[in-house]
């Protein structure tokens, strides 16, 4: 009798105590998610339309590159019963502060104890690039620590009370802010340690929910929390809040919706020791140490990339939170208050801008310990917002030929500048082929590559200072060659060479194509040719290659694609007589500095070449005889085309 009395009196003791301390982590979420699914006969359309809005982001694979990171601003409603700040559950503000950094540490996998996470997940645990800043405004625009101590005249609440009546009565715009309420639960809910409400549900009840004493970090636990006091919970509802289901799917082997994580048999509690494994198909490894399993909170310390993509695609353009990248909630009303204020930033521009990424600069603002700077596609209405502490930051994640504009705003002790006007830039066009740009490094003659024939080769010229050199040599029956340079971003010319002679220099305007045509030339091993590219005035593009083909053919190139455009008459340096030329042209070279290569060429009136060839021009005077005794009488244009200059002269042909 004794014993049993003992038992009895222990077992009321253990009960009584379990009002207070957490036993098992118990979370309400998916039991208020059945109320108001129930309540709200539309709500499991939204659900799905999210649902839906989060497939197409994930196949669209962005969450697996770094995109700026997006901000929310936080309120905590701390609700009590007239208790002193910092006692029972008015908690203090150190406590709440705690509990911030920590939702910073975990969903931006900076926590300290994601160096326990087993090497097995370590490639898909992820950093959410969400981030939470205690708010700075009310929803009207006054000043606020964005902690609001409530004293709601009541002990303790059920989740039935809250829902009806607290949360509408105190809410903030959940399109501005994340509303954290801590509470004592009560009632049949007594052994809660908190909740949340799914993207989809009411706007006068969105947000998270928290046993006041599960309020606090791992480096501060919160004294009255026991396992459950490292601030592990709000980790786990916000990932509620931000979509994300438990990982056991709430089923038996159920599904999360996520690909990365493994099938869970159920919830796990306490610390389990790895591996743990499932009885599922499979019986894979379970990630018990995932933030959304039920395990105590020292145990749990990693998201995964697919919850990432789940959380990332409510901020995506149309996402359902995505209201929440834009808000001001942080910035503080006024430039007032004790502290420096700071002009606002300008000199705002992008720079290495490709098809999908850039980098933002500003010019530094004095007394600004750091910038906000934020982002979007020109046209839309969501920005991606982002801090940086110098004065650039990367804008990744980009969309090829889009423009995007930007805003950047300092920040001082006594506040934020507020946002400059924006700058907008247009990524690189999408039908840019990729360069790989293969022949680097070819900076000099005795480095160039050889350049495949009649292939259609692309390279870049990255720097201002940057030159491709390539060479060929010819067989005996392919002695003709046509030298072709084209999809040109800026001004690019080049220079042919055989051997140690200048052959021709092509060096048209801004981005018109560069052809030289050479019929009749030298061939075999011995007769190197070099084709040497480079921007003009040190035009150069990082990222768009230029094309440049290098055609040969037993028969001569008569109709290129090259025109006269460029020529210019020019004082006598050549003479050609007879003229009018009733057959034969003799053409009178004026004697050279040096022995170089030139070219002849003769065009009609359209433009068109119907003839060319190169000759030496020695230090000596030299002929040259052009036979147009085939041409059509009319107008034609003699272009001499040295390394120094482009010479022409009219003639008329008159058989
Ligand atoms: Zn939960």
Redesign the pocket.
Known sequence: MHKISALLIAAMLVGSMSMYAQTERK?G??EVLEQQLAADPDMANRMEAIERHTEQYMESGNHEHDRVVVTIPVVFHIIHNGDAVGTNENISDALIQAQLNQLNLDFRKLNSDASLIPSVFAGVAADAEVQFCLAQRTPSGAATTGINRLNQGQASWTMNQIESSLKPSTIWDRNKYLNLWTVIFGGGDAGTLGYAQFPGGSASTDGVVLLYSSVGSVASPNPAGGAYGKGRTAT??VG?WLNLR?IWGDATCGNDQVSDTPTHNTANYGCPAYPHYSTCTGSPVEMTMNY?DYTDDACMYMFTTGQKGRMQALFAAGGSRAGLATSDGCTAPGGGGGGTTCAIPSGLNATAITQTSATLNWGAVSGAGSYNVRARQVGTTTWSTGTATTTSSNFTGLTCNTSYEFQVEAVCSGGTSGFSASATFTTSSCTTPTCTDTFEANNSKSAAKNIPLNTLSTALISTSTDVDWYKFTLTSTQNNIRVTMSNLPFDYDFKLYRNNTLLATAQNGGTTNEVVIRNNTSTGTSNVYYIQVYGYNGAFSATQCYNLLVETSATAFRTGAETASAMELEPASFDVYPNPVTGIANIHLTPGANDEMVTISVYDVTGRMVMSQSRLNSKETSDVVLDMSQLSNGMYIIRLESSEAVLSRKVMLSK
């Open positions: 979370c979420s998916m786990h509802e509620h438990h959304m």
